[in-house]
């Protein structure tokens, strides 16, 4: 049975700000404390969705998280109405406070953790929230995650969405933004890259964080990956450049794996490791030189934080970039000459996610991918599938509920708490979400 690439995208919330929570994240420590327009940002995050589905890849829609989050406030000790929890706590506990109203869960690459039913051992499409314990403000997110791959994937008889991993620094998970599956054809069964940053029971002594622990990688691997698992370290030069995720520096679509020459520790190993694990396929391997492309400028430009496809039709890939790419000089002279050097990748397109890119976040970052057989796509969630009906729906929404600026200030506003429910609540209806699927819904 024939199976497709589909992308999951989380639609940027309405509390969009930036407020550089995540330390070695350099986009968002830099604008950290400047307005954001969220409006802006979810009609950025649409049009890119659409551009997907206008090229015929199946594309979803996973709803943004309740923010601010008044549950984790009240979890806190702060108590009352809750206006009046919201205030207290921008007054007592701001970091808490802003940690509450972080929009962060519109980077689907670090929803979960997917294995297709190709690779796995009971041929269902297995999902794992990733815990994200490494942020305060990330580490909120795992179990509204968990109710929307539910709801978008509700057939247990196709998709098993399990528990985060348990939420502590030995099993520190960030999902997807460190995975990359390689294979044949996506029906094929492929060769699962889990890339690490540290060892947990080993001193870590970097000036940035490492996110993902070898250990959260490994325990993904033994939940349901049936064959085809490399595990790879993290370049620690390239975590100290502000690489917080692999996929800054990384990102491969069926047999091609397009990568920095500073995205492993030991790229020969790493690649031996995958050509070896590919018994059924020759892997292509793009690696891209400091002399080509310095890290400074592969960060800044998030050329590999590009989307990598297959579009239908087509026999070479497409990489859809971050205008940021094209705009940086460098990174647009290595993405021209991917196209034109009769390799594997042979289109290059470009898309204004600027919003999020002010937070660190480029095209790669706002989606999930999800391999789907055709039985399995029937069996989604279809009020939750981008058609043009729905996307001008979701645009007419936004342009309504969603502000033109916000700041940090505004953030504290309890008129905010009142827009965000009513965008929320009337979201929940379109995408057939059910009843009580947010928390304020159910008091």
């Known amino acids: 049975m024939s199976a497709v690439e589909a992308n999951a995208d989380g639609l940027i919330g309405p509390t969009h700000s930036y407020a550089g929570l995540s330390p070695g994240n350099l986009a968002s420590s830099l604008n950290k404390g400047e307005a954001s327009n969220p409006r802006a940002a979810v009609l950025q995050g649409l049009v890119k969705m659409k551009t997907l589905a206008d090229l015929g890849l199946p594309q979803f ?21 809750d206006k009046a929890i919201l205030e207290r706590a921008w007054k007592d506990a701001p970091s808490f406070a802003a940690a509450a109203c972080s929009a962060s869960p519109m980077w689907a690459a670090n929803a979960a953790t997917v294995t297709p039913s190709a690779d796995s051992r009971d041929g269902r499409v297995h999902f794992t929230p990733a815990n994200l314990v490494t942020n305060l403000h990330r580490s909120l997110e795992h179990q509204q995650t968990k109710r929307a791959l539910e709801a978008l994937f509700p057939d247990p008889s196709w998709f098993t969405v399990h528990d985060a991993l348990p939420s502590v620094s030995h099993l520190a998970d960030e999902g997807a933004a460190n995975h990359v599956r390689l294979c044949a054809e996506h029906h094929y069964p492929g ?39 490399v595990l790879a370290q993290q370049s620690r030069a390239a975590i100290a450049g502000g690489t917080f995720h692999n996929d800054v520096v990384c990102v491969g679509a069926l ?31 793009i690696e891209i030189s400091a002399a080509d492309l310095p890290l400074a400028d592969a960060i800044s430009s998030y050329l590999f934080n590009s989307m990598l496809i297959r579009v239908p039709g087509q026999d070479r890939l497409t990489l859809i970039c971050p205008t940021e790419t094209r705009d940086n000089p460098r990174s647009h002279a290595v993405a021209q000459a991917l196209a034109t050097s009769n390799g594997p990748i042979g289109h290059v397109e470009y898309v204004d996610v600027r919003q999020s890119m002010r937070n660190g976040g480029g095209p790669a970052c706002l989606r999930l991918r999800v391999v789907l057989t055709e039985t399995e796509l029937v069996a989604t969630n279809p009020a939750m599938r981008l058609t043009d009906a729905l996307y001008a729906r979701l645009s007419d929404w936004g342009r309504r509920w969603y502000r033109d600026s916000l700041t940090a200030r505004d953030l504290a506003d309890p008129a905010l708490l009142d827009e965000t429910r009513g965008a929320l609540d009337e979201l929940t209806q379109i995408l057939n979400l059910g009843a009580g699927f947010y928390p304020f819904q159910r008091t």
Request: charged share 25%; net charge negative.
């Open 61 to 81: 829609v996973l709803p943004p998280h309740e923010r601010p989050n008044i549950p984790f406030l009240r979890s806190l000790g702060f108590w009352g109405t």
């Open 255 to 285: 047999d091609t794996l397009l990568f920095h020459e500073q995205s492993f520790e030991n790229t020969a190993e790493t690649k031996h490791a995958i050509r070896i694990a590919a018994d059924a396929f020759e892997p292509q391997f």
């Open 191 to 229: 060769v699962n890259l889990l890339v690490w940053g540290r060892d947990a029971f080993e001193p870590w002594d970097g000036h940035f964080p490492a996110r993902q622990t070898r250990q959260a990688s490994e325990a993904l691997a033994r939940r349901y990956m049936d064959q085809g698992v």
